[in-house]
């Protein structure tokens, strides 16, 4: 199969699909028949970052399409367990794809450091660049994948985490997909937390209730992860929260894009009550190369992975596509 054969096929799901344009992905779950998945491999790993410890999963589709990695940036709080299956998504789809756990290890001591208070987007940064790293290591005699760059897909906070990365390391980042992302529209910390509670009421609590979140190892099992993460370093998950309120990336995906040829993409959910659709249209349209609107909340790559990883899949495409003209 090829990559216009996958294509053909996910556009069979997303209909009416044009150039630089948003547009409204249908609800429609990819089913086998539609003739683009298959079977993979995972690899489960470790990379090591000043003695922390990042679990990651590597999954190799047996037919690859699309050398290039990709790498899933989780959201704010987000778990590893949360963004496995859009990973294996990507992957039956013909794409190497990664997932991580972001580094939880350090203590309520370790997290009094400055610079981890201030910009904890940049410690998240490193443990991405880690785990990048230890993939080029670990697979730099491995055929199927082509390690010299990675793509990158960061959700949420993800996408504020990706932008920094990618500021440090430009040479290694090929493409940002930024899904529901921070960063993208304004708005003052008073104004977020209201959204926030929305965003719990409306949409986290539902999910929850109503199975929208299928996780394997039960619902139990992530709940208490969530609770570890977000009270074993305290003070970091308060930076965290705070910075995703604040932060603004617009010049900084602008510099990436210009600057260093870097390849933009958005994905939005068109009933995201955290971060509105319509504003980061209005201010951040123009930063982007292609655009998506799926039907859905904040939670897209957890409740809908089907539909976000063929989003993804085609995005990347279409990027790729575009820089083989330019050259």
């Known amino acids: 199969m090829t990559i216009s054969e996958a294509i053909r096929g996910i556009e069979s799901m997303m209909p009416g699909q044009q150039h630089r344009h948003l547009e409204l992905v249908p609800d429609i779950t990819p089913t086998d028949e539609v003739g683009v998945f298959m079977s993979t491999e995972k690899i489960r790993s470790a990379a090591f970052i000043a003695k922390t410890c990042v679990p990651y ?18 959201g704010y709080a987000g778990k590893k367990f949360g963004y496995d299956r859009l990973r294996s998504q990507v992957a039956r789809l013909g794409k190497p794809a990664i997932s991580l756990n972001p580094p939880r290890s350090q203590g309520l001591v370790a997290s009094l450091d400055p610079n981890g208070f201030i910009h904890p987007e940049e410690l998240q940064s490193q443990a991405v660049w880690g ?16 390690i010299a760059e990675f793509d990158l897909a960061g959700h949420s906070m993800g996408g504020f985490v990706a932008t920094a990365l990618a500021r440090h390391k430009p040479e290694s980042v090929k493409s940002i997909t930024y899904v529901e992302s921070v960063g993208l529209e304004d708005h003052s910390l008073a104004e ?26 039960g619902k139990l099992h992530a709940i208490k992860s969530e609770l570890h993460y977000i009270f074993h370093n305290p003070l ?35 009933n995201d009550e955290l971060i509105p659709p319509d504003e980061t249209i209005r201010l951040s349209s123009h930063l982007f190369d292609y655009q998506h609107i799926i039907e859905g909340g904040h939670l897209l790559p957890i409740t809908q992975p089907e539909i976000v990883a063929a989003s993804i899949f085609e995005l990347i495409d279409r990027m790729n596509n575009a820089r083989e003209i330019a050259s």
Do not use: W
């Open 57 to 74: 999963t590597l999954e190799i589709p047996d037919q690859v399409l699309d050398p290039t990695p990709l790498v899933i940036i989780n």
């Open 131 to 146: 785990v990048m790293r230890d993939v080029q290591k670990q697979h730099d005699h491995d055929k199927r994948i082509d």
């Open 192 to 217: 977020f937390r209201p959204r926030a509670v929305l965003f719990f009421l409306n949409e986290l609590i539902p999910a929850l209730v109503n199975n929208d979140i299928q996780i394997d190892k």
């Open 236 to 270: 970091r998950t308060i930076a965290e929260g705070v910075a995703v309120a604040n932060c603004n990336i617009r010049e900084d995906v602008r510099y990436l894009k210009q600057t260093h040829g870097i390849g933009t993409a958005l994905v939005l959910g068109s």
